[in-house]
């Protein structure tokens, strides 16, 4: 963009999260600060969480569009922006602030928004489950985290808003454990990209644009937000020593994750024979499955009723985000900064 071009920001907020007017104050600051138009500011309902002012900010030509919200706000203003070439940046200021933790993005307000008008642009993908209700009607919602049927969506029907209020995600840990009830409960039907069709049962399928929960468990640790995939995991435990089973192969994940990145190194941590039977992983590009009965459905952490059946797909690198610039690199030899020199 030519840099003497004046840029236009709207914000898209939730005004029940965090603290809005301190919110828009520091927006208003950072944006004079950075040579940017006047902010716009656009509040979100209860009937429409973001997806319509997002709409009409891309329409209206603004250069970038906060969403300052939780995971709600963040998928409705990202289903939004899908495809229009509009930046999206995120102000956490939820519970669980998924897609925010899985791009690294900073979760503190003030910093969010630094980096927002300081950083630089990079684009992931997004994906959209067809969903089958139970009498017959679809509907189409676009995700950028995960979705799923199983513990995922048990979890958020068994959160304690209260709790979460007063502890924050850690309240999440008490809806998991609710949740960790029933062995392969779920029949389905399933087919992933051109393969046949197969029958399994299931106590949770989660489909992943990104791997990481709360807490930064990685449910899917290969999952990279811009690869052009999506990632599959089936969670099929028999009884307490399936879930513990399930529950070591996570930490186990978790700690290869870290070493990976500490090595930084891009290795393979789950498919294939590396998998077990309680806790098996597969990638697609189109995912097909048929419930034998009515069963909750979650997409970014928000329930959205029961599903008979339902389809996701992906497409790629359709979505412009707001990332930190990565820091300066020094020439071989260089002093760090910060560097004393001996002497005196």
Known sequence: MDSNTTRRVAVVFNPVKGEPEEMKQLVIDAA????WE????????VEDPGFTP???????????????????????????????????????????????RNLKLPLDVPEAIETAFAGQDT?????????????????????????????????????????????????????????LQGGRRLRLRWRLDDAPVRRTRVHSLIVGNCGDLVGSVPLLPDAVANDGHFDIVALRPKGLPGWGLIVGRLVTQMGRKVINRLRRRDEQITGGSSDIDVLQYATGTRLEVTLSAPEVFEVDGDEVGEVTGFTVTIEPECLVVREPLPPPTAEPGEPRPGTEIFGG
């Open 32 to 35: 004079r600060r950075h040579g």
């Open 38 to 45: 006047e902010p716009h500011f656009r509040e979100t309902s």
């Open 54 to 100: 997002a709409q009409e900010a891309a329409e209206e030509g603004y250069d970038m569009v906060f969403a300052a919200g939780g995971d709600g706000t963040v998928r409705a203003v990202a289903a939004a922006l899908r495809g229009t070439g509009t930046t999206l940046a995120i102000i956490p200021a939820g519970t669980g602030n998924l897609l925010a």
């Open 123 to 179: 684009r992931i993908d997004v994906c959209t489950a067809l969903l089958t209700r139970p009498d017959g009607e679809s509907e189409e919602l676009d995700f950028v985290v995960m979705a799923g049927v199983g513990i995922d969506a048990q979890m958020i029907v068994n959160s304690d808003d209260d709790l979460k209020k007063r502890v924050g995600f850690l309240a999440y840990g008490v809806a998991i454990a609710k949740s």
